[in-house]
């Protein structure tokens, strides 16, 4: 039967079957709970915070403008429901590259990584697409404050989504030199949290600002 | 020593999930999103309408919440750090933008 010391190792590594840290040793928490993983977890609910207040700024100026064209007289909703569907797969692809590396298969966790990868990337693209038909079509960055407020919400999200690219190319340079192995995967878990949250944050955006009027 | 079967304070976490579910989930995702989009172009009443959007969001945000990112599975610390962000965000910014007036349609 194992001990509370015992209990307290983080799941992936019970998971695995691997060594669980006691007391003194590296990878031991008082809480119970890995340290690098609710470090990311409370980075994450400052962030709701953070798209809370873009959010809202954008509701608020959304019906403000008095002059050239708003998002909502631009938008190209079938575009964009493609550019939120290939994000909410890339969801999946990083579930399957965590648990690919849970057990064991490093060549299949650094497919997924890179197929994250590649649709966070096809969705960016997709995002200056849009960004260059609105400025063509005459809405600016400062033609009005509902663009404005558009601009610096849709943009704050796509650097997130680029940082989190960043870190899923490292992870992939990573596993490429074996610093990633199975006893990692706790790495993976983190960068994947910050991922899905990139998405549930733009599942909230997709409704609020694009879908409902 | 006290075990962790004795200790009723220690919570159990359980093993993620394999990677069929994880594709059920994508699939239940997707089926959801396309359901939005339908929506969006059916001619409902604003009063329906708005309300079934974000119910139809909340349900997508808890599945990823639960599944991709296993707070289902996980220590329940995660999941209070995380929801009292949410719950504090949410909170704060209907106060702002009621107090706005925005849901009247002018600032």
Avoid at chain 1, 107 to 128: E, P
Avoid at chain 2, 87 to 101: G, K, N, Q, R, W
Wanted: glycine share 8%; aromatic share 14%; net charge negative.
């Amino acid at each position: 039967m194992s001990t509370v010391e015992e209990r307290t190792a983080p799941v992936g590594q019970a998971q695995l079957g691997h060594h669980e840290a006691k007391p003194g040793e590296h990878g031991w928490t008082q809480t119970g709970v890995s340290s690098e993983k609710l470090g990311m977890w409370v980075f994450l609910g400052s962030e709701c915070l953070l798209f809370g207040g873009l959010i809202s700024t954008y509701l608020l100026y959304k019906n403000t403008a008095v002059e050239g064209p708003t998002p909502r007289d631009l938008y190209d909703i079938p575009f964009t429901s493609v550019s939120s569907f290939v994000l909410l797969m890339s969801s999946m692809t990083m579930v399957l590259a965590l648990a690919a590396l849970q057990r064991g298969d490093e060549y299949r966790c650094r497919a997924w990584l890179v197929t994250t990868a590649l649709l966070g990337a096809t969705f960016i693209s997709g995002q200056v697409y849009e960004f260059t038909s609105f400025v063509k079509e005459g809405m600016g960055y400062t033609t009005n404050t509902a663009s404005s407020a558009f601009y610096t919400l849709t943009g704050f999200h796509g650097v997130h989504v680029c940082i989190g690219i960043l870190m899923l190319m490292s992870l992939f340079l990573m596993s490429l030199r074996g610093r990633l192995p199975q006893a990692r995967a706790e790495v993976v878990e983190i960068i994947g949290l910050y991922w899905h949250f990139v998405d549930v944050v733009w599942i909230v955006i997709f409704t609020v600002v694009y879908l409902i009027p | 020593m006290a075990t962790a079967m004795d200790d009723p304070h220690v919570e159990h976490e359980h093993a993620h999930p394999g990677e069929g579910q994880y594709l059920l989930v994508a699939l239940f995702l997707a089926l959801v999103t396309g359901a939005e989009v339908v929506l969006y172009y059916v001619n409902i009443d604003f009063r329906i309408y708005a309300p079934l959007l974000g119910v139809l969001a909340a349900i997508k945000f808890a599945t990823v919440a639960m599944f991709f990112m296993h707070l289902r599975f996980d220590s329940r610390v995660f999941r209070w750090f995380f929801v009292t962000g949410i719950v504090l965000a949410v909170t704060v910014y209907t106060v702002v933008l009621l107090t706005f007036h925005a849901f009247d349609g002018g600032t």
